[in-house]
């Protein structure tokens, strides 16, 4: 039977003054602390955020001789930066389910909210984004009481990534184009902006034109160029068989990387 742990009502400084200090039964007894494996955050991806929200799945496997009482799992960056599992009454637990008598796994789903920088101050705590400067990689921290009150806190578990969402289009023209003549082909990059809640140019960045002839199963790589200063991409190529355009950007250290949609053009 699948049960929703929870350890009580607390909330609040209490609830982080819980989770922060590990208990007096954990520190005696060290070496039968739960251990906890098989963390998946995201499918094993990166968070990526656009504009709104962004919701992923979060599990684990928790085991003690005593079974497994209770499971937390949050990321945590900074007191203004943390993402929580979904949870109306503010503590956020994991489902756990036993699968054996030692053994749990565990699981729930975050949400965040890009809400930008204009947002009240004082909500600027959990699963909200509202600075650019969130974007990177955040620590992954891990709580785990076993059946006996034994406990595991470790505020350095893993990590995770959490970046901004890019957009990327495409347009190749004249269509459709005489064999050998010149194809001229346009897009733009753009970045969500967790402040400003919109997208913006992204410049100067490489990205790579690929050509996939009609039938085909591979792309090939024809060039690479650089965005402008607004996010605008331009070259041209050679037209000599029906097939299609696409654009890719590989991605940075705090931005998602991004393909174009495909853009089919018949060569007469």
């Known amino acids: 039977m699948r049960m929703r742990t929870t350890l009580g009502v607390v909330t609040g400084a209490l609830a982080l003054t819980a ?49 497994v009482k209770a499971v937390w799992l949050d990321l945590f960056r900074s007191l203004g ?73 470790n505020e350095d578990f893993t990590a995770h990534k959490v970046l901004r969402a890019s957009a990327l289009t495409v347009n190749a023209s004249p269509e459709p184009i005489r064999k050998g003549g010149t194809l001229t082909v346009t897009g733009r990059l753009t970045r969500a902006d967790w402040e400003k809640e919109s997208y913006v ?24 160029i650089k965005s402008s200063s607004t996010g605008a991409l331009k070259t041209t190529t050679t037209a000599t068989y029906d097939g299609s355009y696409r654009f890719v950007y590989a991605g940075a250290t705090t931005t998602s990387a991004v393909t174009s949609r495909e853009d089919l053009v018949d060569v007469q």
């Not at 140019?201 to 690479?224: C, D, E, F």
């Open 81 to 153: 930066s943390r993402f929580v599992v979904d949870d109306i009454n503010g503590i956020s637990w994991l489902d756990c389910t036993p699968v054996s008598a030692t053994t749990s796994h565990c699981q729930g789903t975050m949400t965040g909210y890009v809400v930008g920088a204009d947002h009240p101050e004082e909500d600027h705590s959990v699963n909200l984004l509202h600075s650019n400067g969130q974007a990177g990689t955040w620590p992954v921290r891990v709580d785990a009481v076993a059946g006996d009150d034994s406990r595991l806190w």
């Open 201 to 224: 140019a992204l410049a100067n960045q490489y990205v790579k034109l690929q050509y996939k002839r009609s039938g085909g199963t591979s792309w090939a790589t024809l060039k690479t």
């Open 19 to 67: 989770f922060a200090v590990p208990s007096a039964q954990a520190t005696a007894a060290e070496s039968v602390q739960p251990t906890v494996s098989d963390v998946v955050i995201n499918g094993g991806k990166p968070i990526v955020a656009g504009t709104g929200s962004v919701s992923f799945k979060v599990s684990l496997n928790a085991s003690h001789p005593t079974g």
